[in-house]
């Protein structure tokens, strides 16, 4: 159709940013007429098209603030490849009273065992649900706040930390960390202490944090101490996803060059 006032409809929807009304008019109208709909239910539906086109606005929104590396859902992860991680409490996860209790989730194993896969996961049902969330590595989270104490930013920074509703930290354990960085480390988690919930993952088992984060037992007991308060632990053992996937692809070449 194309008519100047549907022009300008069309044209005025946009400009309200009501783009999805103007995508399904001419459907809905038609459907309108051929079930001689009433006005109230063809505004209904109209209707029904704007809010679900701003709820998915809002989400990928959330999903782009929280600044992903990559994004992975709970139906990609294969649990019967990592047993040790049960199905049923990942399960309590994603319904997300951890994070409206402030509760932290800790994923301690080594390489590849999915770690970050899960961590990402559980975020991303956290943007899906309406709460924000910012994932870091711990080395970019402490190279952050070290710039920020340089510009005389560093209040302005913690503050925004202690705002999103989800903080993932991941990858604690890789890069040890300098007296500065576990200072810092340990302002953000008591800061966020029973008021936002840290998903954290770590290669390095508890004993080894003191060598992680600065060498200082002290400081490494007193962020243990506000992370474990309220939280689940994993311990995820067993084999890295990656390298099976690698020598399932090298166990095929094998088999078809012989
Ligand atoms: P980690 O953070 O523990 O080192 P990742 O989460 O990065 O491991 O996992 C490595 C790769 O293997 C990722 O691509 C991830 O999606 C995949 N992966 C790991 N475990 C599983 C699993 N159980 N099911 C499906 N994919 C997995
Ligand atoms: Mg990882």
Known sequence: MSTPEYDLLIRQLKHLRLGRVSEVLDAHTQRAVAANMSYLDFLR????????????????????????????????FDFNFQPTVSRQKVADLAT??????????????????????????????ACEAGYKVLFTTLADLVAQLHAALADHSLAMRLKALRQVALLVIDEVGYVPLDKTGADHLFQVVARRYETGSIILTSNKAFTEWGNILGGDSVVASAILDRLLHHSMVFNIKGESYRLREKRDALVREEVTSR
């Open 45 to 76: 539906g109209l209707i029904q098209e704007a809010a679900q086109a701003q709820d998915t606005r809002l989400i990928n929104s959330r999903i782009k603030a929280a600044h992903f590396p990559y994004l992975k859902t709970l139906d990609q």
């Open 96 to 125: 997300l009273r951890f994070v409206e209790n402030h509760e932290n989730v800790i994923l301690l194993g080594p390489p590849g065992v999915g770690k970050t896969h899960l961590a990402i996961a559980l975020a991303l049902k």
